[in-house]
């Protein structure tokens, strides 16, 4: 008889999970992704050339409207950054935001420092209270001359 209740829940729990029933939803959604200027989407790309003004990311939001607002923190990877003020290099960048429903969010990183301006695999993510990752990785590169 216990067997039988083991193999029954095992069975619901599989159901539910195949169902989307076993993980709660997401709350948070890309709405526009690449490279941006003046606030503007210049073009959707993860494929980023390395030039000094050169603005990329994401823009992003609450997906239901009637959601409550949350706090979230926004962690920016990067391959290093060497910023000659300090010792070592920067791995990453991490800021709190709370976020409203109804409300677009941007996570954009500009190269407005030589030293800024790093080849290589770059992760900008949104990380809620509730536990839930909105990510978006570029691949930054040298241009060819």
Not at 1 to 25: D, V, W
Not at 41 to 61: C, D, H, I, K, W
Not at 76 to 90: F, W
Not at 125 to 144: D, I, S
Request: aromatic share 8%; hydrophobic share 45%; glycine share 6%.
């Amino acid at each position: 008889m216990r067997t039988l209740l083991i193999l029954a829940a095992s069975l619901l729990l599989s159901a539910c999970s195949m169902l989307g029933m076993g993980e709660p939803a997401k709350q948070l959604e890309i709405v526009e992704a690449g490279i941006f200027k003046n606030g503007a989407l210049l073009r959707s790309t993860n494929a980023v050339p390395v030039e000094m003004g050169t603005t990329f990311g994401y823009r992003f939001r609450i997906a239901d409207p009637k959601a409550q607002a949350m706090k979230a923190k926004i962690v920016t990877l990067t391959p290093g950054l060497l910023d000659p003020s300090k010792p070592k290099a920067q791995l990453e960048y991490v800021t709190e935001a709370a976020l409203q429903p109804g409300q677009s969010y941007d996570v954009f990183f500009t190269f407005s420092q030589p030293w800024e301006m790093a080849p290589g695999h770059w992760e900008l993510r949104v990380e809620t209270e509730k536990g839930e990752v909105l990510t978006q990785t570029f691949e930054v590169y040298k241009p060819a001359m």
